[in-house]
């Protein structure tokens, strides 16, 4: 291993001001985790402080699963426990939180790579994804893993950089300053935008203030960075004309003539088809898995894997090899000619408007969308949640089922501009959803959509109807 590109414990102590409780002051430090039932035997346990506790006072454990050191905060370390631990390496740090967050700024320093910053209201991990199978056909690609992407996931993925020669990071945020705080970690090559929507609206009061949020990702960007924006998103798009001058911008669409664009594009049940020219020369692209939104993904990571002069048949080659990360429009097709849709990951207004389109393509004989609240929307919940309601009726959807308290305002738009209420189910419980599921499945020929944020926990009701 390359020693430049190790931290010690003497790095934690100079940059942290940390005390030394045991150990040896050039001991390595890697694989940090955070979840002492996740600890392996030479990795490095951080005790981060929660609201209602603090996870240092489980170093006990993490120490009898082997790691070689702690970081940790607000604990004594009892004498008896220095002595049997006294080949491990123990540092009292006054934040750990903060601590991980200056060893990664420090990590993200020693590597001269390619770093790709990934945010957005919407689809900011499927774009990940996607970039990374991009990525990974010429380079050894680390990635953010499913949605790690706050002030503790972000600093944790940088520090899981070994022998790597590009990253993918995704960054999230729920507040203004969260994102600028961020991308100062991670200092992009290339910053992406998926989208200006309306997810944590509730925080942020107007999507302008989430495009100001968003934005914020250029602030750590490098002098010669490039910055990739969805041009068909409205808000994104007028700032490309406004402000682009002072940015290397590449754009990427199906609407509005970008850099990237789709021509020809044919959206099918399990799949979607397009062309693209690139210097001259037409490609056809097939990405499999269906949507109008993976379609823009995947023109993204055409966009960043043209910056970086990846050849087209391996961008090609990536796009048709990605993964989605389960609970992101997973399709699974069961017997009696049953597709399930499962996109309970999260939801917000534009993610729902996309799903509800695509299960109207389907040719079922009853296509039905069980929806759920989506949450953090404040003030804006109500109006939100009949939008959907909107998008329901206007894509004649067969048969709406609703799970929750702000849900209920889908079902009410839905039936106020004709839906049949015969055929509109509003619950409080899962259980309720599921049973009704049931009754449904027992006809076949059917397509049921299954969404809602993630605290809703329809993965319940995912698993019960497959029965897995």
Not at 225 to 233: H, M, R, T
Not at 403 to 423: H, P, W, Y
Request: hydrophobic content about 40%; glycine content about 6%; some cysteine.
């Amino acid at each position: 291993m390359d020693n430049e590109k190790n931290i010690t414990a003497e790095d934690v102590i100079e940059m942290c001001n940390a005390k030394l409780i045991c150990g040896e002051l050039d001991t390595v430090l890697e694989n940090f985790c955070r979840d002492t039932r996740e600890i392996k035997a030479g990795d490095v346990f951080v005790g981060l402080q929660g609201e209602n506790h603090n996870g240092s006072e489980r170093y006990e454990e993490a120490l009898e699963k082997g790691a070689k050191a702690c970081i940790l905060q607000n604990i004594i370390i009892p004498d008896n426990i220095k002595q049997r631990y006294k080949d491990r390496t123990i540092l009292i740090v006054e934040d750990t939180i903060r601590a991980l967050q200056k060893l990664a700024e420090y990590k993200r320093t020693m590597y001269d790579i390619p770093v790709i910053a990934v945010t957005g209201s919407v689809g900011k991990t499927s774009t990940k994804d996607i970039i990374a199978s991009v990525m990974s056909k010429e380079y050894n690609v680390l990635k953010t893993e499913g949605n790690y992407n706050n002030h503790i996931g972000v600093p944790l993925t940088i520090l899981r950089l070994k022998n790597h020669s590009a990253m993918v990071v995704e960054i999230g945020m729920n507040h203004l300053g969260e994102i600028s705080e961020l991308t100062n970690i991670v200092k992009p090559t290339v910053a992406v935008i998926t989208n200006i929507g309306t997810a944590h609206i509730g925080n942020l009061g107007s999507r302008h203030n989430i495009l100001k949020a968003k934005l914020e990702i250029l602030e750590g960007l490098q002098s010669d960075g490039k910055v990739v924006i969805n041009n068909d998103n409205d808000l994104l798009h007028d700032w490309v004309l406004s402000e682009s001058g002072r940015y290397d911008v590449v754009t990427f669409g199906m609407e509005n003539i970008s850099s990237v664009m789709a021509y020809n594009t044919k959206l099918m049940e399990d799949r979607s088809t397009y062309n693209i020219d690139v210097k001259g020369k037409t490609y056809s692209v097939d990405i499999r898995i269906p949507g109008n939104h993976f379609v823009l993904n995947s023109l993204c990571a055409i966009a960043v894997g043209r910056i970086f002069n990846i050849d087209m048949q391996n961008i090609l080659d990536g796009i048709r090899s990605f993964e989605l990360t389960k609970r992101r429009m997973q399709i699974e097709k069961i017997e009696n000619n049953i597709t399930i849709i499962n996109d309970c990951y999260n939801a917000n207004y534009d993610s729902m408007k996309s799903s509800i389109e695509y299960l109207a393509t389907l040719s079922h004989n009853k296509r039905i969308a069980v929806l759920g609240d989506m949450l953090e929307l404040g003030e804006y919940s109500e109006r939100l949640h009949r939008q959907v309601g909107t998008d329901v009726y206007r894509n004649n959807i067969d048969i709406l089922i609703t799970v929750g308290t702000q849900a209920k305002f889908i079902a009410e738009e839905a039936e106020d501009l004709g839906m049949d209420r015969r055929n509109i189910y509003v619950f409080d419980e899962n259980n309720q959803a599921i049973i009704k599921l049931q009754d449904f499945m027992k006809e076949g020929n059917l397509a049921i959509l299954i969404k809602a944020s993630n605290g809703m926990g329809f993965q319940e009701i995912f698993e019960n109807i497959c029965n897995k």
